[in-house]
């Protein structure tokens, strides 16, 4: 048989490069196909994973488990621990299945990389055969570099190359790889292989149970499934945007009102930034989890505008769009070619020295837990620093698993230079609320807001929350939404409520003064290791 190991960032059956040369390679020898997915709690723990995003690759997997039995192929589930030992244990079950050539995309984190290194040690000597292809992005990291043969740290002159390249290739960067071919469906009833068809996909993993109400919750406002995040893409391609895009509510739920004229794509380049409407298309669930294929994305903008060449350009709602999907690019060509940033080091060194309100967290600590937080982090988790705009989006990201990217820059801007707490403590709470959870990205998204990634904010340039707040929720609904104790205030007092209204309303007072905050984090981020 053929083994296709499936893995968290891989949830689909179609246009997956692995999976389809596994595949073919099976049809070619005329031997069942077989799709292992090993579960690893240890992995789970080790990288921040949030209970949501476990929750979501469960219910991901038994949709898939459905669809590839009516192929014919078995989907192998197994838990497996300790990690150390998860090498020898693929490679274990996938001769143990009589296999000889096992298939896989790449991950691209250092502890995966390592891994599969390991697997690829201990296969050559089993005398089993590894591929590993990519798939994460449109264009692959080792293959832009600038001049220098050294890869891009600024993002526009990326994004420019990329682009060319892309457009110069586009049959390959853009294939869409073919569904898998059925197995024979005797496979059914042979002794090796009924039981895999027979087991089930397990409902939770121990230590990442979600309560009644959140996986209920998870369940309304993300489903899973491949046919799910093609509706949602071709929704956001083409249907106008709801008024409201606030409340539990799944990017699926017709809008009470379509009222406005705004196609959300073609308007994506002058609304994105907007949280108050329902502006950004919210695939990153589906993207990270990789139910939905990055490649597809951008198929159909081309599709949309009938052309046979992307449009990445500043000018165009498409053209933003596209871009935001190359950051994605960006972010995890940083992550393959400086590992450091993926062992919780700053990109620029200069910065390692920033002086912190509170602990580094160390590596493998115990997950965060409210009560060993200091007061000020315990407020900007829990949305009660009395910066409205912080709050909302806080307790938006607590309840839903998701939250604007705008909002993600305002509250990370804030916890790392107002309230002066180590990025890596923020860039943790996140991974463990996030459903959309993905190292690269939320890395690349911390380190901008700290000022220590690449191409970042400037240390200088902070980000004042109030005027921050009108821009971005400029009807003043995002908050009222997740604010209630703010709901009746309206226009400057709602994105800053002075001290008596915020008494009287039973909202909390601003944590910090912004100005005297201000001060403090540019005297830090000046002169690194002076308090
Ligand atoms: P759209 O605006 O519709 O964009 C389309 C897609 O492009 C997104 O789904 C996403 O895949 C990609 N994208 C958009 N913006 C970015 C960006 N800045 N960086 C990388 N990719 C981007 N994104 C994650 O997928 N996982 C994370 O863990 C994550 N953490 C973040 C943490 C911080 C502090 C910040 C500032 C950003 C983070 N992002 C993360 C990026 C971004 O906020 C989300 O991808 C975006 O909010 C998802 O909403 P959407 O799908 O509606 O995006």
Same mark, same amino acid.
């Given at each position: 048989?053929?083994?296709?190991? +499936?893995? +968290?960032?891989?949830?689909?059956?179609?246009?997956?490069?692995? @999976?389809?040369?596994?595949?073919?390679?099976?049809?070619?020898?005329?031997?069942?196909?077989?799709?292992?997915?090993?579960?690893?709690?240890?992995?789970?723990?080790?990288?921040?994973?949030?209970?949501?995003?476990?929750?979501?690759? #469960?219910?991901?997997?038994?949709?898939?488990?459905?669809? #590839?039995?009516? @192929?014919?192929?078995?989907?192998? %589930?197994?838990?497996?621990?300790?990690?150390?030992?998860?090498?020898?244990?693929?490679?274990?079950?996938?001769?143990?299945?009589?296999?000889?050539? #096992?298939?896989?995309?790449?991950?691209?984190?250092?502890?995966? @990389?390592?891994?599969?290194? $390991?697997?690829?040690?201990?296969?050559?000597?089993?005398?089993? $055969?590894?591929?590993?292809?990519?798939?994460?992005?449109?264009?692959?990291?080792?293959?832009?570099?600038?001049?220098?043969?050294? *890869?891009?740290?600024?993002?526009?002159?990326?994004?420019?190359?990329?682009?060319?390249?892309?457009?110069?290739?586009?049959?390959?960067?853009?294939?869409?790889?073919?569904?898998?071919?059925?197995?024979?469906?005797?496979?059914?009833? !042979?002794?090796?292989?009924?039981?895999?068809?027979?087991?089930?996909?397990?409902?939770?993993?121990?230590?990442?149970?979600?309560?009644?109400?959140? &996986?209920?919750?998870?369940?309304?406002?993300?489903?899973?499934?491949?046919?799910?995040?093609?509706?949602? #893409?071709?929704?956001?391609?083409?249907?106008?945007?709801?008024? !409201?895009?606030?409340?539990?509510?799944?990017?699926?739920?017709?809008?009470?009102?379509?009222?406005?004229?705004?196609?959300?794509? %073609?308007?994506?380049?002058?609304?994105?930034?907007?949280?108050?409407?329902?502006?950004?298309?919210?695939?990153?669930?589906?993207?990270?989890?990789?139910? =939905?294929?990055?490649?597809?994305?951008?198929?159909?903008? &081309?599709?949309?505008?009938?052309?046979?060449?992307?449009?990445?350009?500043? *000018?165009?709602?498409?053209?933003?769009?596209?871009?935001?999907?190359?950051?994605?690019?960006?972010?995890?060509?940083?992550?393959?070619?400086?590992?450091?940033?993926? +062992?919780? /080091?700053?990109?620029?060194?200069?910065?390692?020295?920033?002086?912190?309100?509170?602990?580094?967290?160390?590596?493998?600590?115990? /997950?965060?837990?409210?009560?060993?937080?200091?007061?000020?982090?315990?407020?900007?988790?829990?949305?009660?620093?009395?910066?409205?705009?912080?709050?909302?989006? &806080?307790?938006? =990201?607590?309840?839903?698993?998701?939250?604007?990217?705008?909002?993600?820059?305002?509250?990370? +801007?804030?916890?790392?230079?107002?309230? &002066?707490?180590?990025?890596?403590?923020?860039? /943790?709470?996140?991974?463990?609320?996030? %459903?959309?959870?993905?190292?690269?990205?939320?890395?690349?998204?911390?380190?901008? !807001?700290? !000022?220590?990634?690449?191409?970042?904010?400037?240390?200088?340039?902070?980000?004042?929350?109030?005027?921050?707040?009108?821009?971005?929720?400029?009807?003043?609904?995002?908050?009222?939404?997740?604010?209630?104790?703010?709901?009746?205030?309206?226009?400057?007092?709602?994105?800053?409520?002075?001290?008596?209204?915020?008494?009287?309303?039973?909202?909390?007072?601003?944590?910090?003064?912004?100005?005297?905050?201000?001060?403090?984090? =540019?005297?830090?981020? $000046?002169?690194?290791?002076?308090?």
């Amino acid at each position: 048989s053929i083994v296709y190991w +499936m893995r +968290m960032g891989d949830l689909r059956i179609s246009d997956n490069r692995a @999976l389809a040369m596994a595949s073919a390679q099976a049809e070619r020898e005329g031997i069942p196909l077989i799709v292992l997915f090993v579960l690893s709690p240890q992995d789970y723990i080790a990288h921040d994973r949030s209970a949501r995003r476990i929750d979501f690759t #469960l219910r991901s997997l038994a949709q898939i488990k459905t669809e #590839l039995a009516v @192929l014919h192929i078995p989907l192998r %589930i197994v838990t497996h621990t300790p990690r150390r030992t998860l090498p020898s244990c693929v490679v274990e079950l996938t001769t143990g299945l009589g296999c000889t050539r #096992l298939y896989a995309n790449i991950e691209y984190e250092v502890d995966e @990389l390592r891994r599969d290194i $390991k697997i690829c040690e201990i296969a050559k000597r089993d005398g089993l $055969k590894p591929t590993f292809v990519h798939n994460k992005c449109i264009v692959e990291p080792g293959i832009i570099f600038t001049k220098e043969h050294k *890869t891009y740290t600024v993002y526009s002159p990326y994004q420019r190359n990329w682009l060319t390249v892309l457009n110069a290739n586009i049959p390959y960067y853009l294939e869409d790889c073919p569904r898998p071919h059925a197995n024979l469906d005797s496979i059914h009833t !042979s002794n090796e292989f009924a039981p895999l068809f027979m087991t089930p996909v397990p409902q939770a993993i121990p230590g990442f149970e979600l309560d009644d109400a959140d &996986m209920r919750r998870m369940e309304e406002v993300w489903p899973a499934g491949e046919n799910v995040a093609h509706e949602i #893409l071709q929704r956001f391609l083409h249907s106008k945007s709801r008024q !409201s895009q606030l409340g539990a509510v799944n990017p699926l739920t017709p809008g009470a009102e379509e009222s406005t004229k705004a196609n959300r794509l %073609i308007n994506y380049d002058r609304d994105r930034d907007r949280a108050d409407r329902d502006t950004t298309s919210r695939l990153s669930v589906y993207l990270s989890a990789g139910v =939905l294929s990055v490649r597809a994305c951008v198929r159909a903008t &081309m599709d949309l505008l009938k052309t046979d060449k992307v449009d990445g350009g500043r *000018t165009s709602g498409v053209g933003r769009w596209v871009q935001e999907l190359a950051w994605r690019d960006f972010y995890t060509c940083i992550l393959a070619g400086f590992p450091r940033v993926s +062992m919780g /080091r700053p990109f620029l060194e200069k910065f390692s020295a920033v002086v912190w309100e509170d602990h580094q967290v160390p590596v493998g600590a115990a /997950r965060s837990g409210v009560d060993q937080d200091a007061e000020a982090l315990k407020r900007w988790k829990e949305g009660q620093t009395g910066v409205p705009i912080v709050d909302a989006a &806080m307790r938006c =990201l607590n309840e839903m698993g998701w939250v604007h990217n705008r909002m993600r820059m305002i509250t990370a +801007m804030f916890l790392t230079k107002d309230l &002066m707490i180590d990025w890596r403590v923020g860039e /943790r709470y996140f991974m463990e609320q996030l %459903i959309d959870g993905d190292l690269a990205s939320n890395n690349g998204g911390w380190q901008w !807001s700290a !000022s220590t990634g690449v191409d970042p904010c400037p240390y200088f340039r902070i980000f004042n929350p109030y005027t921050q707040s009108l821009k971005a929720d400029p009807t003043g609904e995002f908050i009222r939404h997740w604010v209630p104790e703010l709901r009746k205030l309206k226009g400057p007092d709602l994105h800053n409520p002075p001290a008596s209204v915020a008494d009287k309303l039973g909202y909390a007072r601003a944590v910090v003064r912004h100005d005297e905050a201000r001060h403090r984090a =540019l005297r830090r981020f $000046k002169n690194p290791g002076e308090a």
